[in-house]
């Protein structure tokens, strides 16, 4: 079964230092790959995703993430951070459904503080 | 940017009651699902919908639970007798146009069962 890991749940830093949330997945096959982030009382809203291609995949708001298959990993990163990226970051891997569609498997998310 | 919506944005219900979460999907859209999130855990799949019907549920979603499409938009999830730890927040999502993985999210319902 697919899982994903995410080792820090929360993570402080300054604003307009770099920030990278780790995630680790296991799954079988070609992931299809994502980052979500939650503000307070917000629903998910989708920073990135990787299904395949280039392993450096940019998204919205200023952040990108890097697909490394050797290390079952898929980081997220970005270079300065500003204090309206305080919220809740959650990494998702998709199982493909034999009905069609696709299932996201969550992991347990990071909480971003940010210092000013 | 299309939006997927939801309504109510709190829900508070007595244990044993029926409620019906409500979501407006993307119309064009091809897949539909539902998930939640208990508070303080991880966010979890409940059922996936296509063509009008269910095309895979989760363990969480037994003989409680069902979905409804019933006019071509609203996309509603019932829960027929509502236990304590049903009280969740509740996500719909829509797949892309071309894509089925869930990817846009409503800001969710969050239902409370006293």
């Known amino acids: 079964a697919q899982s994903v890991t995410q080792p820090d749940i929360h993570i402080t830093v300054s604003e307009g230092a770099s920030l990278e949330l780790r995630c680790n997945y296991s799954y079988g096959a070609t992931p299809y790959l994502f980052w979500y982030v939650q503000s307070p009382g917000q629903g998910l809203q989708l920073l990135l995703k990787?299904?395949?291609?280039?392993?450096l995949v940019q998204g919205i708001k200023g952040f990108e993430a890097e697909f490394k298959r050797s290390q079952s990993s898929f980081n997220l990163r970005k270079p300065s951070v500003h204090w309206s990226d305080a919220a809740e970051y959650f990494c998702?891997?998709?199982?493909?459904?034999?009905?069609?569609?696709?299932?996201?498997?969550f992991g347990t998310g990071t909480q971003l503080k940010v210092e000013l | 940017e299309p939006e997927v919506t939801q309504t109510p944005s709190h829900q508070v219900t007595q244990m044993g009651q029926e409620v019906i979460l409500r979501c407006v999907p993307i119309?064009?859209?091809?897949?539909f699902y539902w998930y939640r999130q208990i508070l303080g855990q991880k966010v979890e799949f409940l059922v996936s919908f296509y063509n009008n019907e269910i095309s895979e549920k989760s363990e969480i979603f037994d003989d409680q639970f069902s979905v409804e499409r019933p006019d071509g938009s609203n996309f509603t999830l019932k829960i027929r007798s509502t236990k304590l730890e049903d009280s969740a927040m509740y996500f719909c999502?829509?797949?892309?146009?071309?894509?089925?993985?869930?990817?846009?999210f409503g800001n969710g319902t969050r239902l409370t069962v006293t």
């Open positions: 999502a829509n797949g892309g146009e071309t894509v089925n993985p869930p990817l846009h």
């Open positions: 998702a891997v998709a199982l493909i459904l034999t009905g069609g569609g696709n299932k996201l498997t």
């Open positions: 990787y299904f395949s291609g280039d392993t």
């Open positions: 119309s064009n859209h091809l897949y």
